[in-house]
């Protein structure tokens, strides 16, 4: 079980066999570049070919899994099956338990992690709820015209960064999928598109632009409600422009004219977008811009899994992020049933924590309730932290595979390089949930 | 092996010609013949005196699965809230309803009507290895999935050079290598040029921009080869035009271009429109000669798609309806181009009485129930979610049962229905045996299903137990037992157990050179490695392949990598 999915033995320089797993899945940042090829030799990753200095970090970081236990209670070191029975007994024994993390793991643990919430009537919020909730609200409100990164790979003439900065956090997003490919429709690849950045500071993706756009951070909503106005025909007085944007309006008019000429548009947005009503001015603008031509608007996404746990939570509990399952049913409201809300309130009295910590995606007051509660921790690194019972898992995408979800969308296999004496999260979590039904019996 | 007798139901299984009071016996989750001993006892006996039997419900076309289906789940949180919910109970999930409800819910839904089956028809390729995640989540029913190809660049690509086998080989290869059960085609061509800004096509001899092909040319190209390789189900067609009045002449057009073809054609009720294009005045109903041309053509089926009153969710492939839908309607709009081959349009809709189109197309719906003569050939449908959702399936039952039910409905909608419309005067009411025809032995038989839609020693002990009821809508919504692979999972409106379903593919033959020329062009223009479009077998865990009994297909492992466990 513990074997590569197909490696193929070689020998090199006489240095001993290395395997070679190809086409794997990278889940370092957003992109999910899954044309890496990667090679192992005497149990660890040597060498991550195609891979951007973030993917290869992730990859051949030295993960020190044999020091550690596979399991600890209070700190000690503790017999798995132990383990195990306490953490269930912490579960069933909960009455507002709060399940958190999910974005740094496969759909299926995700998926194992909703079941067991639905199971305990948790509230279950994945760690980037709250910077995805403006997202989600304003396509709820307005809808998205969007697609798969392929079509802009073929059809792009026109691709605006607004507020990201790719070239930093994304590295390989420009060569494989937004401006270098040569495409069905974009034979010419850079060359025939526009790239636009919008951005409040100078960025390294905006000295590799056509054009920039300068704006103020706080004042997004006005500026792309003025190129929107534009867009649209509109004729707006220069002072009132300047004085809601900080921006000359003929600066902004070249903007709107670069979007209208467009045959085929890609925006690309961010969390950096800010609240809910710039989310939905900039899919408005996208929209319109469908009246003539064709424009869409993408999200950079990741890095990880964070498109996997919204997907699972919405086909298992029909809402994204944000469900709470206590009335024993899957009930949402934002801001009501997020896992922060019921931690700052003081309710949450035991905590599942899946994958990555936390911790940096709460309030001061929803970390100090936290620390101060049970908390089953299921992540690779669970015995190096705080946990009342840690459970140490299999890396997803290193020694653990399954299936990791695009931006857009799109779900790729994941090709563990490694074996590992670990289970997966989702194994941890569907051994959990066999003993929360035995107690039931 | 346990032995399961339902006992003194009167048995309505028009597959094997049976209308009559007899027992069904199960044994290994199939139907057995009765034991020749007429002494022999059952481990287990329901006793279904006075009630009625059917087989498990069929599904021929809905959308239940996928990231189509995902992102309107997403897309309509308010429906969640508004629309009820199904509660966790011991060992059953629970789920949110509404028009797009979660798995679980849907699973339990659709077997609480005596449902067993559903196929999901219109799945992007790339996006299989999503319906395949959902449907392992969506239990008790069995399902199957329809993979998209009609605005698919390699197929075009081919359609273009005239090179048909290795058209046939890549189809063969799609199906394979997504786990989809059978070929659907969406407005052919006219995705893509919508996709291109050049507005969706008109006709079925446009030409689609950049690839020198028409409508027609992809359409017939696509039906040959779905002959040719003898698939159970036959290509599945949603034509052009749909939803714009004047329609009706498309698909007649369409109708006439498949000349020959066996063909599935889809939610026949949004393409029968008269009037023209922009100008809904002179909207009505072109029934009439529609269904005279499939009356005289037994190579075609329909399902209808009617429509129903009510709060619901349009979802297509076909992007440019999308955003037709959200122009006339002005509601949010979600729209999602996938590439290589499809889009994808998510509008909310209440279809209202009031609305003379809306009620109009209620109308067309029912007169095509009532104008296909042969029950075998048109399929009950709502194309869940777009007419309707699946639970108001026991109302149509109903509607086509009872001539006075639709008169009552017909009289209280705007008096143009009644003009434009030709239902007031079809007269026709439904038998109980025809209704077992279009929502499981007919479906069943369109698929290519052998073990489905009938009750037929070696049949899926799929079976729905419905007590008489003059309300038909009662009758067909609560049944009192609804036995799945001979498991009883309903029982007195009550989910009683959750098996998991198996999903049905196919995985005809090819000739492996294609595969090259398919790796080359998908590295060239994929945003994803060839290798990780392919489904492994472990990602296929728990599908079946389904046969067609006459046709020679061979199931061949794709060499996939993917798995879960680790350690």
Known sequence: ???????????????????????????????????????????????????????????LADRGLGTRPPATIEGRPADPEEALDRAAGI??????????????????????????????????????????????????????????????KNRADVVVFWGVDPVTTHPRHWERYSVEPRGRFVPDGRSGRVVLVADAARTSTAERADHVLTFAADRQLE??????????????????????????????????????????????????????????????????????????????????????????????????????FAPGYPRSLPGET???????????????????????????????????????????????????????????????????????????????????????????????????????? | MSLLRIAGGRVIDPANGVDEVRDVWIAGGRVVAAPGDPGAKADRTIDAGGD??????????????GPKVNAARALRPEE????????????????????????????????????????????????ARHVHHELRDTPVIDAAFLALMGNNHYVMDRVAAGEWDRLRDYVAWLLGATGAFGVKVVNPGGVERWKQGKGDVATLDDEVPGFGVTPREILTALARAVDELALPHPIHVHGLNLGLPGNAETMLETLRALDGHRAHMAHVQFHSYGGHPGDLRRFDSRVAPLAEYVNEHPELTVDVGQVLFGETTSMTADGPVGQYLHTVTGRKWLSHDVELETGCGIVPITYEEKNAVHALQWAIGLEWFLRVEDPWRVALSTDHPNGGSFLAYPEIIALLMDRGLRAEVL???????????????????????????????????????????????????????????????????????????????????????????????????????????IRDWFERDGSIRFANFELGEEELGGTVLERRPDSPQEHKGHGGKHREDSS
Request: aromatic share 4%; net charge neutral; with cysteine.
């Open chain 2, 80 to 127: 969640g809230r508004e629309a009820g919910f199904v509660r966790r109970s011991g060992a059953l999930r629970s789920g949110t309803l509404g028009s797009v409800p979660s798995t679980y819910a849907t699973g339990y839904k659709y077997a609480g009507l005596g449902y067993t089956t559903a196929v999901d028809a219109a799945v992007p390729p790339l996006g």
């Open chain 2, 411 to 517: 009289a209280r909608l705007p008096a143009r229905v009644r003009a434009r419309s030709g239902l007031g005067e079809l007269s026709r009411e439904y038998s109980l045996s025809e209704i077992a025809v279009v929502t499981r032995a007919g479906p069943a038989r369109m698929l290519g299903l052998a073990a489905k839609g009938h009750l037929g020693p070696g049949a899926d002990a799929d079976v729905a137990i419905y007590t008489p009821d003059d309300d038909r809508r009662r009758m067909f919504a609560l049944p009192r037992y609804v036995l799945k692979g001979g498991e009883v999972v309903i029982d007195g409106g009550e989910v009683r157990s959750s098996p998991r379903g198996t999903t049905f593919r196919v995985a005809p033959e090819y000739d492996r050179e294609v595969v090259g020329s």
């Open chain 1, 338 to 441: 997020s896992a922060a809300s019921r931690l700052e309130r003081g309710e949450a009295d035991a905590a599942l924590i899946v994958a990555e910590d936390p911790e940096p995606g709460l309030t001061e007051k929803a970390r100090r309730r936290l620390r101060e509660i049970s908390r089953i921790v299921v992540a690779p690194d669970a015995t190096a932290r705080d946990a009342t019972v840690a459970l140490a898992s299999a890396t997803y995408g290193i020694h653990a595979g399954g299936t990791v979800v695009r931006s857009d969308g799109v779900m790729l296999p994941l090709r563990p390089a490694l074996g590992s004496r670990l289970p997966s999260e989702r194994e941890w979590l569907e051994r959990i949930r066999t003993r929360l039904e035995a107690l039931a019996r």
């Open chain 1, 223 to 324: 500026t792309l409600q003025a190129i929107r106005s534009l867009v649209l025909g509109l004729e707006l007085d220069p002072g009132a422009v300047a004085a809601s944007t900080g921006l000359d309006l003929e600066a902004l008019r070249s903007w709107a004219g670069w979007l209208a000429r467009a045959r085929y548009g890609a925006f690309f947005f961010g969390t950096g977008l800010g609240g809910t009503s710039s989310v939905e001015a900039a899919l408005l603008l996208v929209r319109d811009l469908n009246a003539k031509a064709r424009f869409v608007a993408l999200t950079m996404g990741g890095p990880g899994n964070p498109a996997g746990a919204e997907a699972a939570l919405a086909w298992q509990a029909g809402y994204p992020v944000g469900v709470d």
């Open chain 2, 52 to 65: 009625v039997v059917m087989p498990g419900g069929v599904d021929v076309h809905c959308h239940i699965a």
């Open chain 1, 91 to 152: 579960l069933a024994g909960a009455r507002a338990p709060v399940v958190l993390g999910l974005t740094a793991t496969s759909v299926e643990a995700q998926a194992a992690a909703v079941a067991l919430a639905d199971r305990i009537g948790a509230v279950i919020d994945p760690s980037h709820a709250a910077e995805a909730l403006p997202r989600l609200l304003a396509t709820a409100r307005v809808g998205r015209v969007s697609a798969s990164l392929g079509e802009v």
């Open chain 1, 1 to 59: 079980m513990a074997t590569p999915s197909d490696p193929r033995e070689k020998e090199k320089n006489g240095s001993g066999p290395l395997a070679i797993v190809e086409d794997a899945t990278c889940v370092a940042c957003g992109c999910l570049c899954d044309d890496i090829e990667l090679t192992v030799s005497e149990g660890r990753i040597v060498e991550a070919r195609n891979a951007c200095p973030i993917g290869r970090a992730w990859f």
